[in-house]
């Protein structure tokens, strides 16, 4: 007999429809989902909300010392005499400034008040002091993995003293309360920007184009001091270097030379730069990162991890102490007074302005192979400049710095542990950990003389190193480490020697908690 044709035909079940409908399941669904293009819609809400933090911290502390306060005191702090509430509510809930219908300072106040002690032996000062400082912060994320942290600071600092005891005024030709040596100190610094003139080349000469903007900017500079000042009657003059100035602010003048420094090294017209010892505004400076390249098809297969990052940091400071041979107009803002340069004399005297700029890195690129092996480069840069007024000369000082290094992760390597027995063959099973790093220093000190206008290298070096380390953890507290530094100085500069320094050997850390 012969066999029954089974083809296209299943034992027991029914045929398959193949023209009927597939129902897809949850995956395909999940699937289908995550291959759709990114819309701009979506786009456009995650520039939106790329801001995803902002802080503002502000802090103001205050305080006073007066010493010769004849009252007692009871509640708050304070006592009911013949003339009121003594040392009266301002000053226990925190007023400096401005007391009783006068708007007196304190010691005035509470002289008139009859609550200071008439003793010409006090010699405790008066103090008074202020710190204010402001610092901003906010967080961007414009696309996934690229992160941008901004950061904005001012900080300012006052101190001041003055002898306020009974005496003998000889003005007044009777006893009473004098101020003498008044004395002001203060401290100033705040976030800045000089990204324009950071990447400027030094030739052969040591020559700068931001210096010769600086020398440059001093003639705009004493025009907009001469228009800003008020009730100004003064003429002009041709400096040694061919420039116009206005009398009172000359070439060596300290406003002259702060803004036009200022405007230079910021790269900003001198023409609208804002004349204002202290500043109001802080400028923002920021740091960069990205991790998003590991999650690239072409590297997703050789990587775990690829970081780039990027930093800069800028600040401008300056200390001050007051000149007791300044005067000032009615306004107690613009000085009258000049020195032997026919140069107005201010109320807060600078020894010496600054800035410091950092790119901490310039760029540095962290990777993380799948086969544990790591690879990091970085570039740094960085220039610190000090204008000084006693001697009229800017010191830079100039560095950058390759990085270059490697490391290696041997993981759960065996060693025979040699705390242990003969007998026993268990061994310490850890990770070993690899690290090498070579980096090339260059550091430059110059001198660059203002009035003159010529540039002294006063100091340089090309620094090598190199570093090698080998970590391996014995126990839980113990800590096993060989190593092997190199150092290598060059100098690039003939009042130096070449040097060199090796430094190696093996360290254990215990660790008691």
């Not at 035909?9 to 291959?35: M, Q, S, Y």
């Not at 006052?158 to 306020?164: D, G, I, L, P, V």
């Not at 109001?280 to 400076?285: D, G, V």
Request: charged residues 20%; aromatic residues 12%; hydrophobic residues 30%.
């Amino acid at each position: 007999k012969k066999p029954e044709n089974t083809k296209g035909k299943t034992k027991g079940k029914p045929p398959v429809n193949l023209k009927a409908p597939v129902i897809p399941t949850p995956e395909d669904t999940a699937r289908k989902k995550e291959k759709k293009p990114f819309l701009l819609p979506q786009y456009f809400a995650r520039t939106v909300m790329m801001l995803k933090n902002v802080s503002v911290n502000y802090t103001n502390s205050e305080g006073m010392a007066l010493s010769g306060y004849n009252d007692s005191t009871k509640y708050f702090g304070m006592h009911q005499g013949s003339n009121g509430l003594a040392p009266g509510p301002g000053f226990v809930f925190g007023q400096q400034n401005d007391f009783g219908s006068e708007n007196l300072p304190f010691t005035e106040y509470t002289a008139n008040k009859g609550w200071l002690k008439q003793a010409i032996t006090m010699n405790t000062p008066f103090t008074q002091n202020k710190t204010q400082n402001i610092t901003g912060r906010a967080n961007i994320e414009p696309m996934p993995g690229f992160k941008v942290e901004l950061t904005a600071n001012r900080n300012q600092s006052k101190n001041y003293s003055e002898f306020f005891r009974w005496g003998f005024d000889n003005m007044l030709g009777d006893s009473a309360f004098l101020h003498q040596s008044p004395t002001e100190s203060g401290n100033f610094s705040m976030s800045f920007v000089t990204w324009k003139t950071a990447f400027e080349k030094t030739n052969k000469n040591y020559q700068s184009d931001a210096f010769d903007k600086f020398l440059e900017n001093r003639e705009k500079i004493s025009e907009q001091l001469a228009n800003a000042h008020s009730g100004y009657t003064g003429g002009t003059f041709t400096g040694v270097d061919g420039q116009t100035y206005q009398d009172g602010y000359g070439p060596t003048s300290q406003a002259t030379l702060t803004y036009a420094f200022l405007s230079a090294y910021s790269g900003k017209n001198p023409a609208g730069y804002s004349l204002k010892t202290f500043p109001s505004r802080p400028a923002p400076n920021w740091r960069i990162t990205y991790d998003g390249l590991s999650k690239w098809k072409l590297l997703k297969k050789y990587v775990k991890t690829v970081t780039l990052s990027h930093a800069y940091r800028s600040s401008y400071s300056f200390s001050y102490t007051n000149n007791l041979k300044s005067l000032l107009d009615g306004t107690g803002k613009t000085p009258i007074q000049t020195d032997i340069n026919n140069d107005y004399i201010f109320y807060e005297q600078m020894n010496s302005v600054s800035i410091a700029e950092q790119f901490s890195p310039l760029i540095k690129v962290d990777v993380s192979l799948q086969n544990s092996i790591q690879v990091n480069f970085a570039i740094k840069k960085e220039r610190n400049l000090a204008l000084s007024f006693a001697n009229n000369q800017l010191t830079e000082v100039a560095s950058k710095e390759f990085v270059i290094g490697t490391g290696y992760r041997w993981k759960n390597l065996v060693l025979k542990n040699p705390f242990r027995k003969s007998k026993d063959k268990k061994g310490i099973k850890s990770d070993l950990n690899l690290k090498f790093d070579f980096s090339i220093r260059e550091n430059l000190t110059m001198i660059r003389k203002v009035v003159e206008g010529v540039t002294q290298p006063t100091a340089g070096q090309t620094i090598y190193s190199l570093k090698t380390t080998a970590d391996y953890q014995i126990t839980q507290r113990i800590t096993a480490r060989l190593f092997y530094d190199w150092l290598l100085t060059n100098p690039r500069i003939s009042t130096s020697f070449r040097s060199s320094n090796t430094n190696g050997g093996v360290s254990i850390r215990f660790s008691l908690t």
